[in-house]
């Protein structure tokens, strides 16, 4: 089983690959009041370039419908497949049962406090 480092705002940082980077998008969209790419990349760790690529894959293959309206992303539709509580937790928890760790810099900032 393996460990995944989490971001500064706790978001796992997934190998590319992963499911768990398409979830993470998903929920980043779902939470932020406007989610554009940059503001999904900054949330989540991943690249602002990839964004688009991961929305596309969730509608093609997980049956979702994101539009984008200018920079806006919007969630219209969460297909049959995926939970909207259960995409949630992906900003929190890995999705292989392993606890997300510390990044270095985490470590650091909780030692100083």
Known sequence: ??????NEHG?????KGHAGRLFVTLAAIDRLERATATSVAALTGLSKGKIDDYVRV??????????????????ESWGE???RAGVRKALQASFDG??????QAQNDRQESS
Request: hydrophobic residues 35%; positive net charge.
């Open 81 to 83: 497949v995926l939970k």
């Open 58 to 75: 969730l509608n093609v293959e997980f049956g979702t419908r994101i539009v984008k309206q200018g920079p806006e992303f919007r969630i």
């Open 98 to 103: 392993a606890r997300p760790t510390l990044t």
């Open 1 to 6: 089983m393996s460990e995944y480092e989490v």
């Open 11 to 15: 978001v796992p940082q997934y190998p």
